[in-house]
């Protein structure tokens, strides 16, 4: 089965999936081992649907592709009930880390507010066995400082023998997998080697949590429920961080989907509970999120800061233009009459193309850019936004756009645990460990003409 926009005969993505199919014998769910009525019985194999992501160039490999196959509820439980078992040296510590796009789709789901749908996951979470709930804001903390600075010294260093501009993000790894294996040089040049929250947040629970746990990385397994498929990809690609001992950052990723499918076919009448932090016993007392309309918000923090250190203009209010359409947006900042910052936010297959046209041909105006592969953002994420027959569900994104719209907005800036960490965890603002954990290099393939000539 190939994509619509794929230009090669055989596809080695993987198919729908069969929403019949069982969760296998040897990985019953704690509903199965209980004997209880409800079982999980349609919990399906987690497989990445062929217009999920960007990455349709033949790029996963029939290895990734055992390992894509592995990225589900099965092997979720299978962990879970091994911890039920007498041989303790099996046990893992469970850890489940929520992106705040996920959040909204709760809310919708269960009809409650932002507050009550992140305290419901979390006590469900825990009824089932999972020992700790974290959310991924203060992974996404240090991408976007680490995107901040990074930007401030490309602006700086960008001239006509050292073409650093545009920066382009890499907190999406639907764009980032189809920037490496499609497009590959020089665009690669363009990404920003800041970490995405998801592998930040890896190596805060292996790396951070676990020394302060006393456990060895491979004993802790780490769960993150995001909006979209392509996380399930980026958990393999990230490979063993040497941090890390050889252990992933983080071992299965789920969809906000496939855990509202877990819960509605369990008990909710579980008592809600306070979301952990990585600090000892204190609680997250609320929800907050950074300042993006439907994403972590890298182009407005970015923007205030770069204006701020570049120009010295204070940016209280970020403003956005649309342009050819709602999902290319652009933000400029003037100062005498001339613009000295442009950026853009280009979501969506149609306009990172003719954005990766544009730069290809020189007549690419911006500073910066915020890709994201999903259309809408990630709040329209496929693992989320989907009706039954696995159509977007506008009703449901207007209303998850609302939701998110009206949670409060905390800058990475402000969070006196971001700071902490870098002094204890990092070693230092820009220590060597801090490169070696925030930072990445990304594969670089030269590519024929032929990839940019796919009409999305």
């Known amino acids: 089965m190939k994509c619509e926009h794929c230009t090669r005969k055989e596809c080695s993505k993987k198919t729908k999936t069969d929403d019949q199919e069982n969760v296998s014998a040897d990985a019953p769910s704690p509903a199965q081992e209980n004997g209880e009525k409800g079982e999980f019985h349609k919990l399906a194999d987690a497989r990445i649907f062929l217009s999920d992501c960007l990455a ?78 974290f959310d991924t804001r203060i992974a996404a903390d240090f991408s976007i400082l680490e995107s901040q600075k990074e930007f401030v010294r ?6 006509e023998e050292e073409r650093t501009l545009p920066m382009l993000t890499s907190a999406c790894p639907g764009w980032v997998r189809y920037a490496e294996r499609v497009l590959g040089r020089p665009i690669t040049a363009h990404l920003c080697t800041a970490k995405s929250p998801q592998q930040v947040m890896g190596s805060l629970v292996k790396d951070y949590f676990a020394r302060q746990q006393n456990l060895s990385p491979e004993k802790i397994f780490h769960v993150i429920v995001a909006p979209c498929y392509d996380k399930k990809l980026e958990a393999l690609q990230e490979g063993f961080p040497p941090a890390l001992h050889g252990s992933r950052g983080a071992d299965c990723v789920l969809t906000s989907g496939e855990i509202a499918q877990i819960m509605e076919q369990g008990d909710l009448s579980v008592k ?25 918000g890298h182009l407005a923090h970015i923007f205030r800061h770069a204006a701020k250190e570049l120009f010295n203009e204070d940016v209280e209010e970020v403003t956005y233009r649309a342009l050819r359409n709602k999902d290319f947006q652009e933000v400029t900042l003037e100062k005498n009459g001339e613009v000295v910052l442009r950026f853009a936010a280009a979501y969506g297959f149609r306009n990172i193309q003719n954005m990766i046209l544009k730069l290809k041909k020189g007549k690419f105006p911006y500073h910066f850019v915020e890709v994201l592969a999903c259309a809408g953002g990630c709040l329209n994420g496929r693992g989320q936004a989907q009706t039954p027959d696995g159509h977007a569900d506008k009703a449901l994104l ?15 800036e402000s969070s006196a645990h971001v700071q902490e960490l870098y002094q204890e965890w990092l070693e230092g603002i820009n220590s060597p460990k801090a490169r070696e954990v925030l930072h990445t290099t990304y594969q670089s393939q030269e590519r024929g003409a032929h990839s940019l000539d796919i009409k999305w």
């Open 56 to 133: 349709c160039d033949s790029c996963v490999t029939a290895e990734e592709g055992v390992q894509l196959s592995q990225q589900n509820a099965k092997d979720f439980f299978r962990v879970l009930n091994l911890n039920k078992k007498c041989d303790t040296s099996k046990h893992k510590v469970l850890v489940v880390s929520v992106c705040p796009q996920s959040l909204p789709y709760f809310a919708a789901k269960f009809n409650v507010s932002v507050t009550d749908a992140s305290r419901r996951l979390c006590g469900f979470l825990k009824s089932l066995g999972v020992h700790y709930v």
């Open 398 to 412: 207007r209303q998850m756009e609302g939701i998110y719209a009206d949670i409060p907005v905390r800058r990475a």
């Open 154 to 159: 490309r602006y700086r260093q960008h001239g």
């Open 272 to 296: 809600d509970a306070a979301v952990d932090t990585l600090f000892g016993d204190l609680k997250e007392d609320k929800v907050t999120r950074h300042d993006g309309a439907s994403s972590d």
